[in-house]
């Protein structure tokens, strides 16, 4: 079970990880770039005002192959599997990064949008699938656990892409196009190892109706003597469909069956994107320049909030005993209370001098939260509340939602910096406040309970309580 996580994640969240990091580091060499081939190419200066929108095309258009990657997603891991989705999905990351490693010696920078929008794609496929295969290939009682190794993998993603992007390494002038074509690695990783390792259960015997193929995977996942109590739960959620074919996303909008969970996923997919983690990234270096912490030295402090994902990230393994619901509230009311007190200490710091100290504890104390319920919990919780027919379009929504919010923040969110300062925060703290409310409110805990079990409990909030 642990080697087929890491076979799994390699090649799935830690590349969205990863290609979100990566592209800080080089930002300077691209414009030089940029510059340089308009230049050669119509022998005049590009336009400053150009240079920003070309920049902000290669920066936001991963959002948008997300978003692409999610809508694709769930058809991909119906038709080919969730295993052979994501082996397909490795050819787009090798497309890509083989578009934009030749970007540089070619003098196309279109090649670099171009790479960065099928690499966009490969991180939305890999969000929506890698969470559904791990759900599904989980036993019961393991499955909160072992369904934060989509967490550990994005977290190590980013912390990773932090470390090859420093200036010693890839980050430097002469190696940014290595770096960018780097993530060609993870995805010959996942090649490498994943065919090792057997198809879902679940989705062998629910939509193939392949019984001893599910009994094998079974035997490969939990062992030849403990696979028959999952076995028969597999069984009894194949005879409760009925049959029933996997569901298309706008099929979940029309059940009352699944209304509330349909708005739990949507509140929690939009909760983690507007949380105001972008806003603490944005903040973190202006907060670690007051504390005195000289510029050169910024980046190395930096990869501390990426050690800080990391770490929450592997105690969330632990969810699996405190409970989904517990976490998430809790990891949204600490997000709360560490907005306020950021929004205090940067108010106030030029009065104290150990102000600028606090602001500094409270971006790591805030990254902690983020990891302990909104960054780990959410796919955990979306993977757990539909049963096998209607998970594929679960995610498939879920990704969209997310990734449209977050190319909806990249967007706002330096409107609302620049017209707020550190009272944007308040906003976040409100967000972060209704979101644990809502959670605490509709959600029952999952921890332990099969996938019919979690629909019953969610039937009484469909259709009433006396349903």
Known sequence: LFLAVCAVGIGGTFQYGYNVSIINAPTQHIHKFLNETWSSRYHKELNPDLLTFLWSVIASIFSLGGLCGALIGGSMAIRLGRKGALLMNNIIAILASILMGISFPTGLFELLIAGRFLIGINSGVGLCVQPLYIGEFAPKHLRGGLAMGTS????????????????????????????????????????????????????????RGDELSCAKALKRFHGSSEYRREMEDIQRECFALDGEKPRKPWQLFTDPAVRW????????????????????????????????????????????????????????????????????????????????????????QELYSWLPYMSMMCVFAFILSFGLGPGGITNTLTAELFVQSSRPAAYMIAGTVSWI??????????????????????????????????????????????????KKEFHKLNFGRNA
């Open 261 to 348: 969970q349909l708005i739990t996923v949507i509140v929690m997919t939009m909760g983690q994107q507007l949380s105001g983690i972008n806003a603490i990234y944005f903040y973190a270096t202006y907060v670690f320049e007051q504390a005195g912490i000289v510029a050169e030295k910024i980046p190395y402090v930096t990869l501390g909030t990426g050690v800080c994902e990391c770490l929450t990230a592997l105690s969330c393994v632990r969810s699996n005993y405190v409970g989904r619901r517990c976490l998430i509230i809790g990891g949204y009311l600490l997000m709360t209370l560490w907005c306020t007190v950021l929004t205090f200490s940067l108010t106030y």
């Open 152 to 207: 550990i993998f994005l977290t190590g993603g980013i912390l990773t892409g932090q470390i090859i992007g420093l200036r010693e390494l890839l980050g430097g002038e002469k190696h940014w196009p290595l770096l960018l074509s780097s993530s060609c690695i993870p995805a010959l990783a996942q090649l490498l190892f994943l065919p090792w390792f057997p198809e879902s259960p679940r989705y062998l015997l629910i939509d």
């Open 405 to 454: 919010s977050f190319f909806t923040v990249g967007m706002l969110f330096p409107f609302i910096v620049n017209g707020l300062k550190q009272y944007c925060f308040v906003v976040f703290l409100l967000e972060c406040f209704f979101v644990a409310a809502f959670i605490f409110l509709i959600i029952p805990e999952t921890k332990n309970k099969s996938f019919l079990e979690i």
